[in-house]
């Protein structure tokens, strides 16, 4: 059983900084690539960020490269994303995902997914 905890989601003025942590329990062999993905209201799904086991591999969607982080913590099993430079078209839901290896920005890609984390940028 794997399992995906987002928090650190919130309301945040355009321009400020978020950082958002997943923290994944049970079957790590599973849960070797983490990524990001996010939801606005009305729209599909889509990729933000991603990470490989080592950390050595980061991908980012053309939208957040440069403002956006992604980090992993193998110890704690956490994955965090910095977010700087927030604007309104950053709000949306702010889902961790979890494959067992290989990076991949389609959301069929992955098999795990936590609950979501909500991010709100306002004037």
């Known amino acids: 059983q794997v399992q995906l905890v987002e928090s650190g989601g919130g309301l945040v003025q355009v321009g400020g900084s978020l950082r958002l942590s997943c923290a994944a329990s049970?079957?790590?062999?599973?849960?070797?690539?983490k990524a990001w993905f996010r939801q606005a209201p009305g729209k599909a799904r889509e990729f933000v960020a991603t990470?490989?086991?080592?950390?050595?591999?980061?991908l980012y969607a053309d939208s957040t490269k440069g403002r956006f982080t992604i980090s992993r913590d193998n110890v704690q099993n956490t994955v965090y994303l910095q977010m700087n430079g927030l604007d309104f078209e950053d709000t949306a839901v702010y889902y961790c995902?979890?494959?067992?290896?290989?990076?991949?920005?389609?959301?069929?890609?992955?098999?795990?997914w936590g609950q979501g984390t909500q991010v709100t940028v306002s004037s």
């Open positions: 995902a979890a494959r067992s290896s290989g990076i991949a920005t389609n959301s069929a890609s992955y098999a795990y």
């Open positions: 049970g079957r790590t062999f599973s849960t070797r690539t």
């Open positions: 990470i490989n086991w080592s950390g050595g591999s980061t």
